[in-house]
Nanobody, 123 residues
Framework: QVHLVESGGGLVQPGGSLRLSCRASGDTSLYPAIGWFRQAPGKERETVACIVTEDGSAVYNYNSNKGRFTISRDTTKNTVYLQMNSLNPEDTAVYYC???????????????WGQGTQVSVSA
């Protein structure tokens, strides 16, 4: 079984940056991609980005981040990162990483996801 654990969230002022981490454990051989999505109170779930862990190719939802976010991975640490810059209050949400069996990017379903990490952007 694959487990995902997010970290790195917190409170940041508008214009600030955060780097989220998603560490995967277990047998990830059948899970070629990991994506990030976010859920804000009263809003629908929104995809953010997705990365194929083998080659690092990425897909972004530019509607959600307007080029401010970068997804990357460190295969030696089984970790995927989401670097978020120029944050604004509309980015406030719980951010989750997720994966799906035998699915590349973009992920159209989520089979496994972590517990989430809260990102709050406020002055």
């Amino acid at each position: 079984q694959v487990h995902l654990v997010e970290s790195g969230g917190g409170l940041v002022q508008p214009g600030g940056s955060l780097r989220l981490s998603c560490r995967a454990s277990g047998d990830t051989s059948l899970y070629p991609a990991i994506g990030w999505f976010r859920q804000a109170p009263g809003k629908e779930r929104e995809t953010v980005a997705c990365i194929v862990t083998e080659d690092g190719s990425a897909v972004y939802n530019y509607n959600s981040n307007k080029g401010r976010f970068t997804i990357s991975r460190d295969t030696t640490k089984n970790t995927v990162y989401l670097q978020m810059n120029s944050l604004n209050p509309e980015d406030t949400a719980v951010y989750y990483c997720a994966t799906a069996r035998m699915s590349a990017c973009p992920l159209v379903r989520y089979d496994i996801w972590g517990q989430g990490t809260q990102v709050s952007v406020s002055a």
